[in-house]
């Protein structure tokens, strides 16, 4: 049983955007602080950002810095994770993950504090 769903994944040529999506339809994302991992095979999960409940405040690895931006739409339940001037090494499996808590996000979550993951939606930047 799903807790949360990845979509917009895609291929993109090198410069281009994607904007992935989070939701879930048993989980209230409001209560939640929201993490973005990618994974490639034979590599370790990486953070990518993290979002607070409230959307107030985030967190990026220094690798997107600048280039990805992580929202909310509360009306939608939906977090998103904007995606622009995409390089080949953002070529990943994309993960978002849900942890109950109203924390002010001042760095990255570990991923194992993480309660619920997707099953990812695969990026590739390629030309």
């Known amino acids: 049983q799903l807790q949360v769903v990845e979509s917009g994944g895609g291929l993109v040529q090198p410069g281009g955007s994607l904007r992935l999506s989070c939701t879930s339809s048993e989980l209230d994302l409001d209560l939640y602080a929201i993490g973005w991992f990618r994974q490639t095979p034979g590599k370790e999960r990486e953070g990518v950002s993290c979002?607070?409940?409230?959307?107030?405040?985030?967190a990026y690895a220094d690798s997107v810095t600048g280039r990805f931006t992580s929202s909310r739409d509360k009306s939608k339940n939906t977090v998103y994770l904007q995606m622009n001037n995409l390089k080949p090494e953002d070529t990943a499996t994309y993960y978002c993950?849900?942890?109950?808590?109203?924390?002010?996000?001042?760095?990255?979550?570990?991923?194992?504090?993480?309660?619920?993951w997707g099953l990812g939606t695969q990026v590739t930047v390629s030309s």
């Open positions: 993950a849900a942890l109950r808590t109203h924390r002010v996000i001042t760095r990255m979550i570990p991923d194992a504090q993480y309660q619920y």
């Open positions: 979002i607070s409940s409230s959307g107030l405040s985030t």
